[in-house]
Each structure stands twice: as structure tokens, then as C-alpha cells.
């Protein structure tokens, strides 16, 4: 019953899948980005993931895994090469937004950039980073 009024306080409209090129514009202190610097801001927290062993649709569902099954998310915006999931935080189920997209590779590896921003307030308090950091050991060889 609280979590549905913490969630109904919390909306998480504003959580879409945007460009990687949009957050150059729009980063906050409270997010967290692992892209390579043609990709995205020079300021990147990482850089990307070179995903070996699974082809999109695998690097989806181990995405999927991490977002739904472990933390509990729910897709919001899923194509063929990004997508993005809602993941509340477990106590006052405040929406964090994490995005994700696939790139090939000019030798044909797949690279995957991540990112994770709190909706509300300034500070992330480590969930963003931990998120990301979190799912790109579920990704890495």
C-alpha cells in the first residue's frame, strides 16, 4: 500500500530513452554514463562495455535480467539497439531511469553504453554508479 502511494507521489513520466549525443547537453550531478568519448560526453564516468559472447538479442536479455529480475524495474522503451528500464529505489521508491545502447565496432565487436540518473534531487547517493557498475560485470568477458 505505501509503495503504490510513494509511486503515485514519484511519477516516472519523465523517464524516456534519449540520445546518447542528448546527454552531452543535459548530464546532472546526480547520473552516471559509461560511453566511449565519440559517443558522448568527454566527461563519461567509463567507457563503454565490449560485450564478447552474445549478440544483441542476448546483451537485451541479460539487460532485461539485471533491470526486471534483479531490481525489480520494468521496461519502459525498448528498440532494436537501446532501451530503457524504471528501477525505483526499494525504501521510498524514487524512479531512476537506466538507458543502455549497442554499437558495433569497425571489427565487428559489440560495445554497450550505460547510463543512470535519479529523477529527483540532486544526488544520486552512489545507486546510479552502483547500477552501472553492477551491470557491467554482468555484461563483461
Known sequence: MF???????FA???IKLRSLDELRRTRRGNDYLYADADLAAIEANGSSI???GL???GIHAAIEAF???RKKGEAREIRDLSG???IRTRTLRFPNGL??????TENGELRVSLYAWSVFGRRAYGVNQAYVQ????VLKP
Open 3 to 9: 509503495g503504490e502511494f510513494f509511486e503515485s507521489l
Open 12 to 14: 516516472d513520466d519523465s
Open 50 to 52: 565490449v560485450v564478447t
Open 55 to 57: 549478440d544483441a538479442e
Open 67 to 69: 533491470a526486471v529480475d
Open 84 to 86: 530503457v528500464f524504471v
Open 99 to 104: 538507458s543502455y545502447w549497442i554499437n558495433e
Open 134 to 137: 553492477a551491470l557491467a560485470k
